[in-house]
């Protein structure tokens, strides 16, 4: 993320594109957004994702987000630090079609020989796990919490982490075995701000997120 945003809308309105009738094709649909998405120009502090069949452009986080976002990929780096894996932020995941701009992206130190065809992000088929710090709001909470954790799965990422101070007094949740031909995942282990939960596969196996991390329970 490129700036913090304090003021200003949670969102901006999505670019929805909506089948004229049920025998269009999807993939038509897909590309009309991918070339809409290629085209949009964003004011600074801003971000454009793909997610579910729409464009969702929304701000950069909260102070709050931001700290607990650069806390995890810091120590990510430190984990990795000295192997072939690396922590990214700001990493266009791309999956047919689909744009995600996880938090904190954990993929091969050198991205360059897993970009897409057009040199926009990494091909989620590279990735290894994908941090989302939940920012306020239902509709940004749904957007972690429902709709790209679908579309996460939908890839075949392996592990996918949640880090949301806006469910009971904050929790970490770790989905695993994605199932894509179900949008959803066999293993989820959810736990409160001040559990210690390790990353159980991957590259990142073992890693520790800690009260450290997130911080404490929120009031």
């Known amino acids: 993320m490129t700036a913090l945003t304090h003021e200003g809308p949670e969102t901006m309105p999505e670019i929805r594109t909506e089948p004229e009738s049920a025998s269009e094709n999807g993939s ?8 809409a998405w290629k085209a949009m120009e964003l004011p600074e502090g801003y971000r454009a994702e793909i997610i579910e069949g729409a464009i969702e452009v929304s701000p950069t ?38 744009v995600w701009i996880p938090d904190a992206v954990v993929g091969p130190e050198d991205l360059e020989p897993y970009a897409d ?43 996918y982490v949640i880090i949301d101070d806006y469910d009971a007094q904050g929790t970490v949740t770790v989905l695993t075995e ?40 929120r009031a």
């Open 61 to 98: 986080g909260r102070l709050t987000h931001a700290q607990i976002a650069n806390r995890v990929r810091r120590a990510l780096d430190k984990f990795l630090d000295g192997g072939e894996y690396a922590c990214h932020r700001d990493a266009n995941v791309i999956h047919k079609r689909k």
């Open 178 to 217: 994605p199932r894509p031909d179900k949008a959803d995942w066999v293993g989820v282990h959810r736990v409160p701000y001040g559990t210690e939960v390790i990353i159980p596969e991957g590259p990142a196996k073992g890693f520790a997120i800690t009260e450290g991390i997130t911080g404490p329970a």
């Open 117 to 159: 065809e057009d040199g926009l992000g990494v091909k989620a088929k590279a990735v290894h796990l994908v941090v989302e710090v939940v920012s306020p709001g239902k509709r940004n909470q749904d957007r972690d919490r429902v709709r790209k954790r679908r579309e996460y799965a939908r890839a075949g990422i392996p592990v």
């Open 28 to 35: 038509d649909l897909d590309e009309v957004l991918w070339q």
